[in-house]
């Protein structure tokens, strides 16, 4: 027995190295013939070596290798957006990034949108579907400055997909009908799968919505077009579309029959998603045609997906309440607690992924230990007790906050009449200081005389009221008085406790509250011919000046000076 082994053993070790050599051999002669072939040709090669792991990997390596050493980056994007699906997934966000490097570096929006696109794809299979839409408007905003139709037809179904999933059935459908209407113009094999998705979405869409038949129509026209193309494999995705539709319209045979057939594609394609939405809804079939033990034993089977999976759709998250059911008729309350926590597990992934859950209440279910609070109130209160208080609350939030709203509104017109009597006593005040003598210059580590001297030509300048004078600065300023610039900044700073741009500002909107108190004609102006009278540039800045100065906007200081003039009068 030993002896027999042993002898296995060495049979194996020669099999695997003998394999190992043959795979060598192979790589070295077809290596050899690769010398001075063209990307097209490699291209070509590519595509046709998918069955065969040694030949592909040899012709992707060796384009890679080109690419590198002609350090050609057309190649190099080429390779990365498009190549990185026949690699392992630890991969693929590494090689979608590096698309949107070597993109970036040849400076090209095309090149650059389809390598974001590339990467919104790699998002969407991970299920990352925010993610996704992040890469996928990213790449819209470059794509949008090409000409490139086709590549914005595949940003806008891959926003329409993200839409679907996330539950905006009504924009999806403008989407998918925009994509439909693009793709079958044409009638070659990316612009016909486009198509076809697009179809595939609508139909989707149209379930979503309750609109079984306007998904039927859908679905026998994407199933005819897929069959005249033989695209088999699209033909067995909407069965598996109709069967859910089938559903829906309650016939519920013909519906096991369909998700049925489509099963064995979508297994073979380890599309997971689709595999445990045909499980759930061939249980859900079952369910309503009385099989409860065969149906239970396919709610059984999602289960067993979803718990080695991290992604999470709203249609499987019932399963996890079928399932919670189920135990619950057992009096299984460990089993209920176990699934409640993952329905709990299950709704935190949908509130971060699917906006329109966001709000939703989670259902509640008795377990003695988790619900015991639920259940007392439930049975304190009936179901029109409910509506009742749902009401009072509704219309007692709508009183508060229409409350709300007047309080906060007449507090802020008591503040603005605060803030414009404020102004007022502010503006005699001023008058009161200007009539003051200055003060005798201190030492701010400049001149005394040098800054008596500024301290009579910055009087002169407010007397004369040349402020309001368009276009001054502070080097035209100190250009005038012929001084420079560090110094007056100093001096006005020091004495006026405000900057150049505040000090000017400020003697035009004090110039601007006198003319209107003075000259009530001047309330009549516009707000524009105030700004301009005044020296500012434009009737924003003017605005933004006045209400930095009292807190107040111009408009409503001119209505309250006017009536309170009127009162005196």
């Known amino acids: 027995m030993l002896m027999l082994k042993r002898q296995f053993l060495i049979f194996f070790a020669f ?23 063209d990307y097209e040709y490699l291209k070509n090669q590519i595509s046709n070596s998918e069955k065969d792991s040694i030949k592909l990997g040899i012709h992707l390596d060796y384009f890679v290798k080109k690419a590198r050493n002609e350090n050609n980056l057309h190649e190099l994007c080429h390779f990365y957006r498009y190549y990185h699906f026949y690699y392992p997934e630890n991969k693929h966000f590494v090689y ?24 919104s794809v790699v998002y969407f299979f991970r299920k990352q579907y925010k993610e996704s839409l992040d890469a996928t408007l990213i790449a819209n905003e470059y794509v949008e400055k090409t000409n490139d139709d086709y590549l914005k037809a595949k940003i806008k179904y891959r926003i329409a997909n993200i839409k679907l999933y996330l539950g905006f059935y ?8 925009e994509c439909e209407s693009y793709f079958g113009q044409k009638k070659d094999y990316n612009n016909q799968k486009g198509y076809l998705k697009s179809l595939s979405g609508l139909a989707k869409c149209y379930i979503s919505l309750g609109k079984y038949d306007q998904a039927s129509t859908i679905l026998l026209l994407g199933i005819k077009t897929a069959e005249e193309q033989n695209f088999d494999f699209d033909v067995q995705y909407f069965a598996k579309t109709q069967g859910i539709n089938e559903y829906f319209k309650k016939n519920y045979e013909v519906a096991v ?32 045609l009385h099989q409860q033990g065969k149906a239970m034993s396919y709610f059984f089977k999602v289960d067993s997906v979803l718990a080695d999976e991290t992604f999470m759709t709203p249609e ?21 607690l176990e699934y409640v926590n993952r329905l709990i597990d299950a709704d935190k992934v949908l509130n971060q992924n699917y906006q329109y859950l966001s709000g939703k209440i989670h259902k509640e279910y008795d377990t003695k230990g988790l619900l015991e ?36 509104y007449f507090k802020k017109q008591r503040l603005y009449k605060q803030k414009f009597e404020a102004l007022l006593l502010r503006q005699k005040e001023q008058v009161e200081v200007k009539e003051t003598p200055k003060p005798i210059a201190k030492n701010i580590g400049i001149n005394p005389e040098v800054v008596n001297n500024l301290l009579k030509k910055i009087e002169r300048f407010e007397k004369e009221q040349l402020f309001l004078k368009k276009g ?12 420079n610039s560090t110094y007056l900044s100093k001096v006005i700073n020091h004495y006026t406790g405000k900057n150049f741009s505040t000090y000017i500002n400020d003697l035009r909107i004090e110039y601007a509250i006198d003319l209107l108190k ?47 003039q009127l009162k005196v009068v």
């Open 15 to 37: 099999f695997i190295s003998s394999q190992y050599f043959f795979a060598q051999k192979k790589a070295i002669a077809i290596s050899g013939t690769l010398v001075n072939k």
């Open 96 to 119: 979608a990034d590096s698309a949107i490097y070597y993109a970036k570096r040849i400076k090209d929006n095309a090149l650059i949108g389809d390598a974001y696109y590339s990467k």
């Open 170 to 177: 009504k924009d999806a459908i403008v989407l998918f009908k």
């Open 257 to 288: 029959s369909q998700l049925e057939q489509a099963l064995p594609t979508i297994i073979e394609n380890k599309d997971i998603s689709a595999e445990t939405t045909l499980y759930f809804y061939i249980g859900k079939s079952l369910l309503a």
């Open 316 to 336: 499987l998250r019932e399963n996890f309440e079928i399932l919670i059911d189920h135990y619950k008729k057992q009096n299984n309350i460990e089993k209920q």
């Open 373 to 408: 609070a639920k259940e007392s109130l439930e049975a304190e209160l009936s179901q029109e007790e409910a509506k009742s208080w749902i009401y009072i609350g509704f219309v007692a939030l709508l009183v508060i906050s229409l409350g709300s709203i007047v309080y906060l």
């Open 472 to 483: 001054i600065t502070l080097n035209k300023l100190a250009d005038q008085f012929k001084t």
């Open 518 to 564: 003075s000259e009530r004609i001047t309330q009549k102006y516009s707000i524009k011919a105030l700004g301009e009278m005044t020296g500012f540039t434009t009737t924003q800045h003017f605005s933004d000046a006045f209400q930095l100065y009292s807190g107040l906007k111009p408009s409503y200081f001119i209505d309250e000076l006017a009536k309170s």
